[in-house]
C-alpha cells in the first residue's frame, strides 16, 4: 500500500508540475502580449499621435475650450503645415522646467518674409486673409450698448470677452458675426460700430544655415531664439546684438524657426509674446477633433 500511495502521490505531483510549467508558460505568454501591446501603444502616443484636451480659448472659433484632440506627431512633409493649427511647447527659457503648451496657427514657414496686418496676413508676399472663425476686437459706444446687446440674443452670438473701455464697451467676434450685426444696425450706428487696428509689422522666419539679418525689430522676436542657441555669449544692448564682446549684425541659426498666431489674437499667447518657435518645440499638427459639446466640432478634422 505504501509503495502504491508513493507511486499516486509521485504521479500527481508530476502532473500538477507539468500544468503548472504550462500555466505559466501561458501567463508568460499573456504578460509578453500585455508587455508588447503597452509599450506599441505608448510608442504611438508617444512619436505617432497623441490627444489632448484644449484648456483656453486660442483658436476659438475653429477650435473651443473643453475640445479634445488628436494631434499628429509624425516627422513628414507638411508637420508642421502652412496655415495649419499647431501644438507646441514655450521656447522661453523661464519655463525650461514647466514647459507649457500651445495652441496656433502657423502663418509663417523658414525663409518667410511676413507682413501682419489688420486685414490679413501677407506672406512672401501673398495676402492670406483672416480665418473667417477668426476673432477681432470691436469697440462700442456706451450709449448703444443696451440696443447691441439686444441685438447679439436676437441673432444668437455670444458676448464673448465683453469689457468696459474707456470709449465704450469691447467685445469679440468673427467676421461673420459682424456682418450678422451690422444688417441690424442703421447707417449712422453703423460708422460708430469699430473694429481696433494694430500696427503692422514685417518679419522674416529664421531658415536653418541661412545668414539672418539682424535689427531692432527682429531681434526682438529672435531673442529668445538667439539665446538659447548660444547662451551667455549673447548680449543684448541698445537694439544691438553682441556676440563674445562683438557687435554682429548677422545670426546663424541651427535650425529652423516658425511663427506662430492664434485665431483669437487677443485672447491668446503667441509668437507675438514668445518669439520664434524653434522646430524641436513642435509637438504637431492639431488633426482631428473627436469630442467636442459643438456638433459643427464633434468627430471632424480640425481646420
Known amino acids: 500500500m505504501t509503495d502504491a500511495f508513493v507511486g499516486i502521490v509521485c504521479s500527481v505531483g508530476f502532473i500538477l508540475i507539468k500544468n503548472m510549467k504550462q500555466t ?31 484648456s483656453t480659448n486660442a483658436m476659438e472659433e475653429a477650435l473651443h475650450q473643453g475640445d479634445y484632440i488628436l494631434v499628429n506627431k509624425l516627422s513628414i512633409k507638411g508637420n508642421p503645415g502652412r496655415n495649419k493649427v499647431v501644438l507646441f511647447s514655450s521656447p522661453l527659457q523661464k519655463d525650461i522646467l514647466h514647459q507649457p503648451l500651445f495652441l ?15 486685414n490679413g496676413y501677407k506672406v512672401n508676399g501673398v495676402l492670406i486673409p483672416h480665418s473667417p472663425r477668426a476673432l477681432n476686437s470691436y469697440l462700442i459706444p456706451k450709449k448703444l450698448g443696451v440696443d447691441f446687446l439686444k441685438i447679439l440674443r436676437k441673432r444668437n452670438i455670444p458676448t464673448r470677452n465683453w469689457k468696459n473701455d474707456p470709449n465704450g464697451f469691447s467685445l469679440s467676434l468673427t467676421s461673420f458675426e459682424e456682418y450678422q450685426i451690422r444688417e ?34 527682429t531681434l526682438t522676436a529672435c531673442k529668445e531664439a538667439i539665446i538659447k542657441q548660444v547662451g551667455d555669449k549673447a548680449v543684448f544692448r541698445d537694439g544691438k546684438l553682441y556676440l563674445n564682446g562683438k557687435e554682429t549684425t548677422f545670426f546663424f ?32 499638427n492639431a488633426w482631428f477633433c473627436w469630442f467636442s459639446q459643438d456638433k459643427e466640432h464633434f468627430f471632424k478634422p480640425v481646420n
Open 24 to 54: 505559466l508558460t501561458t501567463i508568460g505568454k499573456w504578460l509578453a502580449m500585455i508587455c508588447i501591446i503597452v509599450g506599441g501603444v505608448m510608442s504611438i502616443r508617444l512619436f505617432c499621435v497623441g490627444s489632448y484636451r484644449i
Open 104 to 118: 496656433s496657427r502657423c502663418i509663417g514657414m523658414p525663409g518667410d518674409t511676413i507682413l501682419v496686418n489688420n
Open 184 to 217: 441690424e444696425l442703421t447707417e449712422e450706428v453703423n460708422r460708430l460700430f469699430i473694429r481696433k487696428q494694430f500696427a503692422p509689422y514685417q518679419l522674416i522666419v529664421p531658415r536653418k544655415g541661412y545668414a539672418y539679418r539682424l535689427d531692432t525689430a
Open 253 to 284: 541659426f541651427d535650425q529652423d524657426h516658425y511663427w506662430m498666431l492664434s485665431d483669437n489674437v487677443n485672447e491668446a499667447i503667441d509668437s507675438r509674446h514668445l518669439g520664434f518657435i524653434p522646430h524641436d518645440h513642435i509637438i504637431g
